[in-house]
């Protein structure tokens, strides 16, 4: 017990340092993006055009990656693989520490596109396969929830200094950090490589070849890698395991759908509509996190076992649907910071889905399991800026159809209603769950 405690205990330092490096450039990004392509204006429909191409260009890459990298891990391990993405994300970074001039914005833009494809999303992936290798069934949720609330920390942090940061040395720093979570987790962190021979669980995908050892098992760590690779079919195969990794599926691409449409929107909405700018964004996004990570870290686990994992799903979903309707309408600035309150419950969502995914599967599959999850939310993240990103334009343009300049915001609140009402059907259909293909294997 003591050394999964440490061992955990690297894994949250590891998050929280990756982070906060991804975090803190988030305040600053909007401004030298205007700067650099709309100097001197307040709306820039390059900027979103821009920003939601290289979205749906990301989004196309790690869905392809995604299942891939989560795969490898079940064979090669979890650090091994948690290296390749946290490098890669220092490149961009380093490219705007130098200078955030437009030539140098171009060369971010071209490298943060290219290596997001590899890097974004994994990293949480991966740490997900790592806590559950690590916590029973029971703890999950709770122990997703203290995962997320310490990104929401890392967020909080990261925001607070982008404060007080210009943004050059705001890309200085995010570079340092990121180098620094690279070491720190090459020296502390250990290796986790699910028993591929657990007798206990069942896997659902189908049994690939290996190399057959002398005691009859199959090593499958010594397989050519492009064997190792999910087909399409085994990734469908394992969405329809059950009726509830389907719905949760389901669930989990509306509200990719809808974030991915909140992250290419919000900021320039609020931007042209009440003239924030990067401190304004930073204190929004402060007081956002810090409800965040109270609510992740001490009242989630409070409510897991009273309430269960799936109703803490649909409660953040119908609160999430209600803060974007409350944004679509403000009529001042005060509204979007009234609304942060209500993070309280909206981070809900993610770690009570990725809980309930999680217990879909068995120990061999986690990593499976959780990027095949992150490859259906980046197909949701490459379809949202395609709609989005060309709504928000029209609508905070002077060739809007009618005056409605929060219109996007509310079809996204639409998108997340959708969720919602999926949400309440998981668990709800007789299912031919992992527990029932586990017992049908062992009857043959």
């Given at each position: ?16 340092l ?16 205007m ?29 392809l ?6 795969n ?29 001039t437009t030539?140098y914005?171009y ?11 590899i ?49 050059g ?93 909140m ?15 990067k ?11 810090i409800i ?25 979903l ?89 219109f ?37």
């Open positions: 017990m003591e050394k999964k405690v440490k061992a955990l205990s690297h894994l949250y330092v590891t998050v929280f990756s982070g906060f490096a991804s975090f803190i450039v988030v305040p600053a990004i909007t401004d030298v993006t700067s650099a392509l709309c100097p001197g204006t307040d709306e820039c429909s390059l900027a979103i055009y821009l920003s939601g191409f290289q979205q749906a260009v990301i989004g196309v890459g790690t869905a990656m995604m299942p891939l990298i989560g490898l891990s079940d064979q090669y391990g979890r650090k091994s693989l948690l290296t390749l993405p946290m490098t890669l994300s220092i490149i961009p970074f380093a490219v705007l520490a130098c200078s955030t030539n914005f060369a971010y833009y071209t490298l943060r596109t290219l290596t997001a494809m890097s974004e999303g994994s990293i949480n992936c991966l740490a997900l396969a790592y806590l559950a290798d690590n916590i029973s069934d029971t703890q999950r949720a709770s122990a997703f929830g203290i995962l997320a609330g310490i990104s929401s920390g890392a967020f909080v942090f990261a925001t607070l200094a982008a404060r007080f940061l210009s943004a040395s705001t890309f200085q720093v995010a570079t340092f950090v990121s180098m620094l979570a690279v070491v720190y987790m090459r020296i502390f962190l250990e290796e986790s490589i699910p028993d591929q021979n657990d007798g206990m669980t069942q896997p659902i995908l189908k049994e690939t070849e290996g190399v057959i050892q002398k005691d009859g098992n199959v090593d499958t760590r010594k397989m050519p890698v492009f064997k190792t690779i999910p087909s399409l079919k085994d990734i469908i195969r394992l969405i329809k395991s059950s009726p509830s990794f389907s719905q949760a599926a389901i669930v989990a691409f509306f509200q990719s759908l809808a974030e991915g449409g992250i290419c929107s919000i900021m320039y909405y609020l931007k042209a509509r009440f003239h924030f700018n401190n304004q964004f930073a204190d929004l996004m402060l007081i956002a996190g965040s990570t109270v609510s992740q870290l001490f009242i989630m686990p409070l409510l897991v076992s009273p309430i269960g994992d799936g109703r803490l799903l649909s409660i953040g119908l609160v999430s649907c209600l803060n974007s309707i409350f944004n679509s309408l403000a009529w001042s600035a005060w509204v979007p910071y009234a609304t942060t309150a209500l993070s309280i419950v909206m981070v809900f969502t993610t770690p009570s889905l990725r809980s309930i995914i999680s217990k879909q599967v068995g120990t061999t599959e986690q990593g499976k399991a959780q990027g095949c999850i992150s490859g259906v939310t980046s197909l949701a993240n490459i379809i949202a800026p395609l709609i989005f990103s060309p709504l928000t334009a029209l609508f905070l343009s002077e060739e809007a159809p009618f005056h409605f300049p929060g996007s915001i509310l079809c996204i609140a639409i998108t997340l209603m959708i969720a919602f009402i999926q949400s309440l059907t998981i668990g709800k259909t007789p299912s031919n769950s992992r527990d029932e293909n586990c017992s049908n294997s062992m009857e043959v």
